[in-house]
């Protein structure tokens, strides 16, 4: 690709050579080598699971003992916020254990010795209530996932600056007969990555799964699109989890000032 | 269609667009919120402010600047730009001062402003100022002015906006709660520039800054602690007004 004078994108012409039969066969002969490291690359990049305190591995057996009946997901630090503020704060939540993964997108090097830190998804479960959490697709179980996007990825006949970002949009599965605490995602917005793939497993499988997506200008933590959340503390699967709000407001408040990135760029 | 035509600024889109003014205006709005009031005897710029690092020197971290005695501006947007273009007002402020004897007016320096952020869409090369600037003061003849500017180069005049993060919301309490009795009396003007801008600040009265012109008065910036007897006089206000409502719903 190159950019041209008068600003047109063009595609430039590969100057590399045409793509040879030679070529071809030449790239398909693989040496030991090569073979070794794609070995090493896959052992790299398994899924594992195990228990932040001790280290030790989880076994998937021990994640099915927790039958499950409500399953939230947050993807991205503003639903991650909200629900940790204000859902994780009633009620005592137990770490049962966490994911990490690697590939080569990631800016760690080693692999084999993350640490506690980078973890990339922790489960936790209500001490009180076991009941809400679990892995494997049972009955009865309903999930909700929150995640947040850019107000600038949400397509419409009218003029972003009339948006009244952030605002909360809804996607749910067919199985989902519950009442939505937002309106629903209309076409030709699509969802994307991980919400996306939680949803269409959920689909297949004929889960109930509802997605509350949050569009925002602002993607880092913010209070304002944390706040955009609070409807759903009024669906059937958060009603009976919250207790204490004004108290969440603190804790939010906390997390904010702990997590505030100095940039100079914009004032 | 728009990642063919907002690679140089010196391009139109086939509907229309300069894509490049249109990124330049979502730059603003990751600038904390500015807030600007106009009201009779009085003109009120409020900020939000950014929080300083612990080692960084609080009064290098300044929204609101004064471009002559009788101007001043708030920002929001990227920092160096807005210095740029600071540094270019004062510059005019002063050289229209030696040349023709007399103040700028805010019209005028708005103008200038404006007419060099329009020149920067449409140079080959350069991008717009990823600024959004509110100007407040008053004029030799005693009125007073607030005038807001945007990356496009436009500007125009306004009895009350505001400008960066959340800007849309502030705008809302401003167009429900700005009045002739209040912007008539200079304490409640000041008090609804506070208040606008505690709908959408994180954490209360220690975040905002304030300045404001009187009439044939320089510019005054408020100290914390008096932003502070404000603040808690709003709360009281609110307090009272909420008890009010539940005696009369009883």
């Not at chain 1, 690359?41 to 030790?56: C, D, G, N, P, S």
């Not at chain 1, 989880?58 to 993807?75: G, Q």
């Not at chain 2, 600038?31 to 003109?43: D, P, Q």
Request: charged share 25%; hydrophobic share 35%.
């Amino acid at each position: 690709m190159a950019a041209t004078f008068f600003g047109e994108v063009v595609k430039a012409p590969c100057r590399a050579g045409t793509e040879d039969e030679d070529e071809e066969e030449e790239g398909r002969r693989e040496t030991p080598e090569d073979r070794e490291v794609r070995r090493q690359l896959a052992r790299k990049r398994e899924v594992r699971l195990l228990r932040r305190q001790t280290k030790t591995s989880l076994e998937v057996s021990l994640l099915e003992k927790y039958p499950c009946s409500k399953f939230i997901i947050a993807i991205g630090n503003n639903a991650v916020a909200f629900l940790s503020s204000f859902v994780m704060n009633s009620g005592v939540w137990e770490e049962v254990g966490c994911a990490k993964l690697w590939n080569e997108w990631c800016r760690t090097t080693d692999a084999i010795h993350l640490s506690p830190a980078e973890a990339f998804c922790v489960f936790y479960h209500l001490k009180s209530n076991p009941s809400v959490f679990g892995s494997c697709p049972r009955k009865n179980m309903q999930i909700t996932i929150l995640t947040s996007r850019h107000v600038t990825d949400y397509k419409t006949s009218e003029s972003t600056g009339s948006l009244p970002s952030p605002f909360l949009k809804a996607l749910k599965t067919q199985n989902f007969k519950d009442p939505v605490c937002c309106s629903l995602l209309e076409q030709p917005n699509i969802v994307h990555d991980l919400p996306a793939a939680v949803l269409s497993y959920c689909q297949v499988w004929k889960i109930p799964a509802v997605l509350y997506l949050c569009y925002t200008d602002v993607m880092k933590l913010d209070l304002i699109t944390v706040e955009a959340f609070k409807p759903i503390l009024s669906s059937r699967t958060l009603k009976g989890l919250v207790k204490n709000i004004p108290q969440s407001t603190e804790i939010l408040k906390k997390l904010m000032t702990t997590n505030e990135i100095q940039s100079n760029i914009y004032t | 269609m728009a990642s063919r035509y907002d690679r140089a600024i010196t391009v139109f889109s086939p509907d229309g667009h300069l894509f490049q003014v249109e990124y330049a205006q979502e730059a603003v709005k990751k600038g904390s919120t500015a807030v600007g009031i106009r009201g009779t005897n009085i003109v009120v710029l409020g900020v939000e402010k950014k929080s300083v690092a612990k080692l960084q020197d609080e009064r290098t971290v300044r929204k609101i600047c004064a471009l002559d005695d009788h101007v001043c501006m708030a920002f929001a947007g990227l920092t160096a730009d807005a210095r740029v273009v600071i540094n270019r007002a004062r510059v005019e402020c002063q050289s229209h001062k030696l040349t023709v004897e007399d103040p700028v007016t805010v019209e005028y320096i708005t103008r200038f402003i404006a007419t060099l952020k329009q020149k920067y869409t449409q140079s080959n090369g350069r991008r717009p100022f990823g600024i959004s600037a509110l100007i407040v003061g008053f004029d030799d003849d005693g009125i007073p002015r607030l005038y807001q500017t945007d990356p496009s180069g436009t500007y125009h005049a306004w009895k009350a906006n505001a400008i960066g993060r959340s800007a849309k919301t502030v705008r809302e309490f401003l167009e429900k709660n700005y009045t002739e009795d209040v912007i008539a009396n200079d304490n409640e003007a000041i008090k609804l520039a506070i208040r606008a801008l505690l709908e959408v600040v994180q954490s209360g009265g220690k975040n905002i800054e304030l300045a404001i012109i009187r009439r044939n008065q320089p510019l005054k910036m408020f100290s914390a602690k008096e932003i502070e007897l404000q603040v808690t006089e709003i709360e009281k206000e609110k307090e009272e007004a909420e008890r009010k409502k539940s005696k009369k719903s009883m």
